[in-house]
């Protein structure tokens, strides 16, 4: 198993995580995944990136200060967290997970989801 593998299967083991994923910033193609095999994964991680990277976009041009950290989205019974891994003008990687918020605290998941993050590379 590659470390990089390995490194998702600690994201894995967050309560409530279901599938995970890294993806990249550029093309929105998935470079490893993790947890439930879903058929939608590829348009999944193409529109994540493609919401990155307008977000992105919108911070260059606009007032905003700062470089764009995480994208979450939450609804009744999911919460989606994307954070940036790398990033360099429009290049980088993306961790994504998928999270049941039935099985977990949204505010927990997202505070060891970014405290795994700094290191998934490293591995």
Same mark, same amino acid.
Request: glycine share 6%; aromatic share 4%.
């Given at each position: 198993?590659?470390?990089?593998?390995?490194?998702?299967?600690?994201?894995?083991?967050?309560?409530?995580?279901?599938?995970?994923?890294?993806?990249?910033?550029?093309?929105?193609?998935?470079?490893?995944? $993790?947890?439930?095999?879903?058929?939608?994964?590829?348009?999944?991680?193409?529109?994540?990136?493609?919401?990155?990277?307008?977000?992105?976009?919108?911070?260059?041009?606009?007032?905003?200060?700062?470089?764009?950290?995480?994208?979450?989205?939450?609804?009744?019974?999911?919460?989606?967290?994307?954070?940036?891994?790398?990033?360099?003008?429009?290049?980088?990687?993306?961790?994504?997970? =998928?999270? =049941?918020?039935?099985?977990?605290?949204?505010?927990?998941?997202?505070?060891?989801?970014?405290?795994?993050?700094?290191?998934?590379? $490293?591995?």
């Amino acid at each position: 198993m590659s470390s990089l593998n390995a490194s998702l299967d600690l994201v894995l083991d967050i309560a409530g995580v279901e599938m995970t994923a890294l993806i990249d910033f550029a093309t929105g193609m998935v470079v490893a995944s $993790a947890g439930e095999n879903s058929p939608v994964l590829p348009a999944v991680a193409a529109t994540v990136a493609y919401e990155a990277r307008s977000a992105v976009e919108t911070y260059e041009q606009g007032t905003s200060r700062g470089e764009l950290d995480e994208i979450s989205v939450t609804t009744a019974r999911r919460f989606q967290l994307m954070k940036v891994l790398e990033y360099q003008r429009g290049e980088g990687l993306l961790l994504y997970a =998928d999270v =049941d918020l039935s099985r977990t605290n949204m505010a927990l998941a997202a505070l060891q989801i970014e405290q795994l993050s700094s290191g998934l590379l $490293a591995r």
